[in-house]
């Protein structure tokens, strides 16, 4: 996906490399922040801002390894890539703990059950207008199995 098409806070990743980048004996593509998750703030200057998501706190209430060096550093502020060569090749995230979690199944049985097409186009437009993106792409899967 574009970059540009993400909204601003939205999670995402990278799934592909980066644009050949020129060097003095050969291209070479920067793998960086695949599968990183990244909190997407915007395009601006020429640029795509993000910040390295990572929870505040675990399931004990302490601080994260990364929010501890933030305090201790001081380092923080937006990741800026050049939007020539890091605008294509980006996904919204998918936590890996998730994968193997049957909920995400229960669109698809939900579908199964649904044969009119005009049903699915109604159900279609209401996941996008939730934002329910794997939703979506079930029901558009399913679509296609009538053409």
């Given at each position: ?21 020129p060097g ?103 996941a ?20």
């Amino acid at each position: 996906m574009s970059i540009h098409s993400f909204k601003v806070g939205d999670l995402i990743t990278r799934i592909e490399p980066s644009k050949p980048i020129p060097g003095y004996v050969e291209e070479t593509r920067d793998r960086m922040y695949i599968g990183s998750p990244m909190k997407f703030l915007g395009v601006a200057n020429g640029c795509v801002n993000l910040e390295r998501y990572e929870k505040e706190e675990n399931e004990d209430n302490i601080p994260s390894f990364g929010s501890f060096i933030k305090m201790v550093t001081g380092i923080s502020g937006p990741i800026t890539l050049p939007i020539d060569i890091w605008d294509d090749g980006w996904s919204y995230y998918v936590d890996p703990y998730s994968l193997g979690d049957k909920s995400s199944d229960k669109y698809q049985k939900s579908l199964n059950d649904v044969s009119d097409q005009r049903t699915l186009q109604k159900e279609l437009k209401i996941a996008l207008k939730n934002e329910e993106y794997e939703k979506a792409e079930k029901i558009r899967k399913k679509l296609d199995s009538f053409k």
